[in-house]
């Protein structure tokens, strides 16, 4: 980087732009809890059932900016009442600049929900425990596997497509 001094102070002057990442902003884009059981349930003899739906999408912005929305919805039972239902849509933008689309996929598909990972846990366990019931720490969760799982049902996907196309159309 070059420096030029204005008025006695320096400012750097930015080199010719390459490949870049950055977190634009990061927000709670939705968030919802609800306790259809209170006050009962709290006193429901059993132990809790819980069950966890992970999804992520992402919206192309502009040229280089997108939004990934990361929603985590937990579900917890005690016996065959709903104790509560926590969803969180913890989102944020990235600006993704210079890059190939694939880096770009890898990058949409795994650091970002990295980062916004630790924002959804903490408001879920925020929403439970405001809640009334326990705390609850959502457990890390590997994004680049589940990155890896996805190019593989991609794959087996466009095989399929592939091998349908293949195959000679029958005579009646």
Do not use: H, W
Not at 13 to 24: D, T
Not at 72 to 86: E, N
Not at 117 to 126: A, C, I, K, L, S
Not at 147 to 157: K, P, V
Request: hydrophobic share 45%; charged share 15%; aromatic share 8%.
């Amino acid at each position: 980087m070059s420096d030029e001094t204005t008025n006695g102070a320096a400012v750097a002057q930015p080199e010719a732009a390459g490949p870049a990442f950055s977190v634009e902003k990061i927000y709670v884009k939705d968030v919802s809890f609800e306790a259809p059981g209170a006050p009962g349930i709290f006193s429901e003899p059993g132990q809790p059932d819980l069950q966890l739906n992970l999804n992520q999408r992402v919206q192309r912005l502009n040229e280089a900016l997108f939004e990934v929305v990361l929603t985590v919805t937990l579900t917890c039972k005690v016996g065959d009442k709903t104790a509560y239902v926590a969803e969180v849509e913890q989102a944020g933008v990235f600006g993704l600049v210079g890059l190939q689309p694939q880096a770009i996929d890898v990058l949409l598909g795994t650091q970002c929900p990295n980062i916004l990972f630790p924002y959804v846990r903490q408001t879920v366990g925020d929403l439970i425990q405001a809640g009334g019931f326990p705390p609850f720490l959502l457990q890390p969760i590997n994004f680049d596997a589940l990155y890896a799982e996805t190019l593989r049902q991609r794959q087996q996907q466009a095989g399929a497509a592939e091998a349908a196309l293949a195959e000679p159309v029958g005579n009646a």
